[in-house]
């Protein structure tokens, strides 16, 4: 088990800033999370800790040892990136233990590491195989098998399931963080996928323009975000955002007990119907997903999203009457940060 922890980790091409002194801990045998939007700075943090990028300025541990200055093979990790990167002329067997044959590892033990690594993976009826013949899964258990037979108690993951279809994504998410448990390993995984994050994270590190915004649980990114884009970003669908002008919501009646908010957050699951409730609102548009049914709707000049159950038969141009719960608003000032 191996933590890392980034201290003032910085990045600059010429007047081109990437990263902006990003400080964090990544506990032993955890799943860490880089969540983000493209261009935030999630996979620049990968390469660094990697060594497939140097730092301009900052330290890098791993397990307590400072390797911002080692090559990577002197880092003791190894890494999953989003193409797979096999070599379609080899067999699964070849390209699982390429790496070991490079480092000249002798042949009994590589077979060993292959048998065990194959095994773990459910790999053994494909070995003979090459990358063509293999599924877009397997080719996935191939390139993630290449990572674990070096044995390395850190692995990186570069967005490695973008290129699966919806349904597969989520098998190899729950095999992804089983497989984590199961072996002890720290794990540091980029996406801009916040539902890849929420579902196998211990830790989320939400980046944006090259800053952390946030860190912490997904749960406690979902219950208390830091500032309103951390609140967008988190959760499906997003947290509504609603502009107050002097207690109110902007141009309605509806009074909002939020002193010194400029905006108010509530998460859409969070508003209910009630044909009783204060607020009135209209329904602009119906989505309709099953089990949910997401309903646009207006109060005063704000929009915002409700989130109530899929049975509900409710058409645009509909009238309805929702309340809200204190305790479930979320106060940020003008410029976007929480108030506590």
């Known amino acids: 088990m191996s933590s890392i922890e980034l201290q003032g980790i910085a990045k600059a091409w010429g007047d081109v800033t990437a990263l902006h002194e990003v400080s964090l801990r990544i506990e032993p045998a955890t799943f860490c999370v880089l969540l983000g939007p493209s261009g935030c700075g999630k996979s620049t943090t990968l390469r660094i800790i990697a060594g497939l990028e140097a730092a301009s300025a900052g330290r890098l541990c791993i397990d307590g040892r400072d390797v911002t200055a080692l090559p990577p093979a002197q880092r003791g990790v190894a890494m999953v990136f989003q193409n797979y990167a096999l070599f379609p002329h080899l067999s699964v067997a070849d390209n699982i233990t390429f790496g070991l044959s490079v480092r000249r590892v002798p042949a009994a033990e590589r077979d060993a590491r ?53 349904q597969l994504r989520q098998e190899m998410r729950r095999e992804l963080r089983e497989l984590q448990r199961k072996l002890d390993l720290t794990v540091v995984y980029v996406t801009h996928d916040q539902a ?5 994270a211990d830790q989320v590190v939400l980046l944006q323009h090259g800053r952390v915004e946030q860190q912490g649980a997904p749960r406690e990114l979902y219950a208390r975000p830091a500032t309103t884009f951390a609140a967008r970003f988190i959760g499906t669908p997003p947290m509504n955002l609603v502009a107050l002008e002097a207690g109110r ?8 007990a939020l002193n010194g908010a400029a905006t108010m957050g509530i998460r859409p699951e969070d508003i ?13 548009s ?21 989130r109530t159950d899929g049975q509900h038969r409710i058409a645009a141009g509909q009238r309805l009457r929702l309340r809200w719960a204190a305790p479930d608003l979320h106060p940020f000032d003008a410029a976007g940060r929480r108030i506590h």
């Open 286 to 306: 119906v989505e309709y997903l099953g089990a949910d049914l997401v309903l646009a709707c207006a109060i005063g000049s704000q929009h915002l999203l409700v």
């Open 272 to 284: 209910v119907l009630d044909d009783d409730g204060p607020i009135a609102a209209d329904v602009r």
């Open 196 to 200: 890849e994050a929420m579902s196998m």
């Open 114 to 166: 292959l048998r065990e690594t194959a095994s773990l993976l459910g790999l053994e009826p494909l070995l003979a195989r090459k990358p063509s013949q293999l599924s877009g899964g397997q080719q996935q258990r191939v390139a993630l098998g290449r990572a674990l037979v070096a044995r390395a108690r850190v692995c990186l993951m570069d967005e490695p399931l973008s290129n699966l279809d919806a």
């Open 249 to 256: 919501v902007a141009g309605s009646e509806v009074d909002v």
